[in-house]
């Protein structure tokens, strides 16, 4: 699979090509929700561009830093972010810490516009993992061409699986379907009657962190934690992490409705 679209006088990857797709469309879907909650959209678009910024930052940093070994030998390859290498976990993790610090200096609703940013994280990270598929990488073992037909998987995404002369399990593929379905509960669930602010994160925890879990323990090219698989572990914590969130939004947080009503 060619990593690359050349049109002479430059050449465009994939891989960055869908990271940028990814950006526009979930953060124009968080700028959409946040301003039906009359939040500004200068103030919107200046916390996602700055969080976005972090959060690609933290994705390579926590990446390499699982992967010292060889960038300490090739310290110029630590900025070639289009060869892949963005631990999703990492843009998280930097991402959240960012967001937390900043909304608490405003005296904002952190969970609020968290739930905003999760939806459109989801599907951002849906269609950022084609960008591993055009790279090659986030994938599976080694199968068969038949296993693959089996799955029923659209042609080209067999072809793409074939690398090198070896076909390989397309767990991007999954990963990135699993997305998509988290994507739509969330919209389901926005639309509950029920729904309380900070459920949203809590689900987008859960769901995310189930299927990573599993769908990691496919991968053949994990960030390694002495025998362990570090999305492993960090997926566990999501998933504790958005029970205990839902169980304190059933008891304390305010009903969407009433925030809709009463204003922020």
């Not at 199968?143 to 070896?166: C, K, R, S, V």
Request: net charge neutral.
């Amino acid at each position: 699979m060619n990593p690359t679209i050349d049109l002479g006088f430059i050449s465009i990857h994939y891989y960055s090509l869908f990271i940028f797709l990814a950006v526009i469309v979930g953060g124009g879907l968080v700028i959409k929700e946040a301003k039906k909650f009359g939040f500004d959209e200068d103030f919107i678009v200046n916390l996602l561009f700055m969080a976005i910024l972090i959060g690609i930052v933290g994705a390579r940093l926590y990446f390499v830093l699982f992967n010292l070994d060889y960038y300490s030998l090739h310290p110029l390859e630590i900025f070639a972010i289009w060869n892949g290498g963005l631990a999703i976990h990492g843009g998280i993790i930097f991402t959240l810490i960012f967001i937390v610090i900043y909304l608490k200096k405003k005296d904002i609703n952190i969970l609020l516009i968290l739930d905003f940013i999760v939806v459109g994280l989801i599907i951002g990270q849906a269609i950022g993992r084609w960008g591993n598929f055009f790279n090659g990488e986030a994938h599976g073992p080694e199968t068969t061409l038949a296993y693959l037909q089996d799955l029923h998987l659209p042609e080209f995404i067999i072809n793409g699986m074939n690398i090198g002369g070896t076909y390989y399990i397309p767990t991007f593929f999954f990963e990135s379907l699993w997305c998509l379905l988290g994507f739509i509960l969330l919209l389901l669930f926005r639309r509950w009657k029920k729904n309380k602010i900070g459920m949203i994160t809590s689900l987008y925890l859960i769901w995310y962190g189930i299927g990573r879990f599993f769908i990691e323990g496919l991968r053949t090219d994990s960030l390694m934690f002495f025998s362990l698989k570090v999305a492993q572990l960090v997926s566990l914590f999501m998933i504790i992490s958005g029970i205990i969130l839902f169980i304190i939004c059933t008891k304390k947080s305010k009903n969407y409705k009433e925030v809709m009503t009463d204003g922020l």
